[in-house]
């Protein structure tokens, strides 16, 4: 099976269209969560909640950030409620101004915060967000970093302290055991299997952090599918040829 995206085009009173782009597997069923109980039920908690709340998560790149921003988007969704996904990584795609208006939706989602620290209109724009927010009591708030709020060096010190008041977690890296285990779990929900050598052998000869190798697994599912084969050690050596 291959992993597809949901695109939805979310209209914003200033009439800009931000595309919203959700992967189909990236779901809270397909989020291994190692020592993070903690995180995922604080999330669940808060996406039950019928009123406004706030949640800031970081970890290292590639650590889940935004396979967890985009479960919590789908959960919402599959409500038929209004979700918005802002990644600032790819923020010179639109502008600040596409924040506007988002204070009217049941879940806002801002990824990868430390993309625009010492950018003074997108530090503003969140800082504006952040208080319609508060003020509506109506929209839950989820943003993920790279650092707690406080280490994130904003320029704008209103903003560094709004994001520093509510729930902070660290998102906790997986073990190389966890990580197999992440890995199988994917290949499962996909419909097909990982053995558990071609599992460890991944992790021995790739970078370790999970958007590699889930990008890496995603690869060999199509391979397998067109050459009509099972995941093998051999087999995987001659794909990437390693």
């Given at each position: 099976?291959?992993a ?11 009439q800009l269209s ?6 189909d ?5 397909s989020?291994?969560p190692?020592?993070?109980?903690a995180?995922?039920?604080a999330?669940?908690e ?5 009123h406004?709340s706030?949640?800031?998560?970081w970890?290292?790149?590639g650590?889940?950030r935004?396979h ?6 789908a959960?919402?969704?599959a409500?038929t409620?209004?979700?918005?996904y802002v ?5 010179t ?10 204070e009217q ?8 915060i430390?993309c ?5 209109p ?21 943003i ?8 994130l ?6 903003l ?11 998102l ?9 285990a ?31 190798l889930s ?14 084969r ?13």
């Open positions: 099976m291959f597809r995206t949901q695109e939805v085009h979310l209209n914003t009173p200033a931000l595309p919203l782009y959700l992967p597997d990236e779901t809270f069923a989020f291994y190692g020592e993070n109980g995180l995922l039920a999330l669940q808060m996406l039950s909640r019928q406004g706030y949640l800031y998560f970890s290292r790149k650590g889940g935004s967890l921003l985009h479960a919590a988007c959960a919402l969704s409500r409620q209004a979700v918005g990644p600032l990584d790819k923020r795609w639109f502008v600040p101004e596409v924040l506007e208006g988002m939706l049941a879940l806002v989602t801002i990824d990868n430390e625009i620290v010492g950018d003074p997108w530090e503003m724009a969140i800082f504006n967000l952040y208080n319609r927010i508060q003020e509506t009591g109506r929209t839950r708030l989820i993920s970093g790279n650092c707690p709020p406080r280490q060096n904003l320029s704008l010190p209103d560094a302290s709004r994001l520093d008041w509510g729930q902070i977690y660290r906790q890296p997986l073990s190389d055991e966890e990580k197999g992440a890995l199988q779990l994917r290949a499962k929900l996909r419909g097909f299997e990982l053995p558990e050598d071609v599992s460890r052998f991944l992790l021995k000869r790739l970078e370790r952090d999970m958007c590699t990008a890496t697994l995603d690869q060999l599912d199509h391979a397998s599918i067109r050459a009509q099972k995941l093998t050690i051999p087999f995987v050596k001659a794909i990437l040829n390693l």
